[in-house]
């Protein structure tokens, strides 16, 4: 059964860091790139940054580019998305898609 579930949100100040893990299961992770989405309230979902299978290739919206870090572990079927200086902007629910298969949504809130 291919499962891909998101984790790692919470409630951080703004300038503050989370990291999101999404887990894989039930297909083979590392021949798949992966992507992160976020979708605040009231707005359409926007791709955040995306990883090639191997991890060679990373690509990020403009609104995140040197804040955030896509990273993947094949080995552990997961791929991680660090975010640094968050800011109240950032707030949405984080998603992540591997292999057309989306996780669940993890509620990320940066307020003081």
């Known amino acids: 059964q291919v499962q891909v579930v998101g984790s790692g949100g919470g409630l951080v100040q703004p300038g503050g860091s989370l990291r999101l893990s999404c887990a894989t299961s039930?297909?083979?992770?590392?021949?798949?790139?992966c992507h992160w989405y976020r979708q605040a309230p009231g707005k359409e979902r926007e791709l955040v940054a995306t990883?090639?299978?191997?991890?060679?290739?990373?690509n990020y919206a403009d609104s995140v580019k040197g804040r955030f870090t896509i990273s993947r572990d094949n080995a552990k079927n997961t791929a991680y998305l660090q975010m640094n200086s968050l800011k109240p902007e950032d707030t949405a629910v984080y998603y992540c898609?591997?292999?057309?298969?989306w996780g669940q949504g993890t509620q990320v809130t940066v307020s003081s």
């Open positions: 990883i090639s299978s191997a991890g060679s290739i990373t």
């Open positions: 039930g297909f083979s992770f590392r021949f798949y790139w």
């Open positions: 898609n591997a292999n057309g298969k």
